[in-house]
């Protein structure tokens, strides 16, 4: 029998992370979860694990590389693969959101630290151990202040944005591995960070992070599944020639609004 999936999610001791990993810990299936606040981290990991999920957390910051090395170099040695990588920490930044005109450039440094050099080093040290598995999908979670150009959301929206080209750079040079990337735009949710997004107005018209949270894990489904047909055939010529002879293009990226979860 294949073992329990393994799943790293960062920033899960509150919001969406937090509500994803009750998706996967209801399910059975491994955790190793990551945040900075120890006590809210601890709490988290407890609750998860009255499902009977296997848990494993490590409290520190995606954005320091070190944290980083330890957080991944121990989940692998733990437990023996990665299934899916999901990068949901994410900073905002200065609250309320200055426009780009007088942004502080030392703030701007760390929302870039965090929401995109982070991401993309965890997933460099994920990805030899997926490939040479031949699965996994590595989740980027987006936000649409990537691609809206919203007065105030220049700093966090820009990393974003370089967080999605990421993805898609990433999702073309995988094909055919067996391993795909995929960006995920949650929709505005009801969280510490989108108060702190709109400090003082009433943000409770937005929906909560455990109703989108399904429609992510079913979009994770899919493209772990399509990820593993899509792997190369050695005697079939590359992934590449098979996708535009089949016109098949594989997708990158995902609104959770679009999906209603089955
Ligand atoms: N909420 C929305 O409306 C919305 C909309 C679009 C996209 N998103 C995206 O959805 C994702 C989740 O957002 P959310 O609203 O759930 O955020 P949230 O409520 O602020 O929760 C963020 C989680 O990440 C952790 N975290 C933050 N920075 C971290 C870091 N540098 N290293 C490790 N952990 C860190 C936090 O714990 P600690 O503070 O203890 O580290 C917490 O567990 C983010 O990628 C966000 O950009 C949110």
Known sequence: MESA???IVTG???GLGFALAKEVARRQETLVICARN???LVRAADELRA???TVHFAVGDVADREFGRRFINDALERFGRVDVLVNNASLLGPSPLPPLQS???DALQQIFAANVLGPLFLAQLVLPRMIAE???????????????G??????????KAALDLITHTLANELAGTGVGAVAIDPGDMRTEMHQ????????????????VAPAIFQIIEKELTGARKQRRDGKSGSLGEAQESSGVRRRWRYQAQEVVPS
Do not use: C, M, Q
């Open 5 to 7: 999936r393994v799943w």
């Open 12 to 14: 899960a001791s509150r």
């Open 38 to 40: 120890v006590e809210k």
């Open 51 to 53: 499902t009977g999920a």
């Open 103 to 105: 942004f502080p450039l």
């Open 134 to 148: 031949g699965r996994g999908l590595i989740v980027n979670i987006s936000s649409d202040a990537a691609v809206g």
């Open 150 to 159: 919203y007065p105030g959301w220049g700093g966090y929206g820009a990393s």
């Open 196 to 211: 702190a997004a709109f400090p003082g107005e009433d943000i409770s018209d937005r929906p909560l992070p455990e109703e």
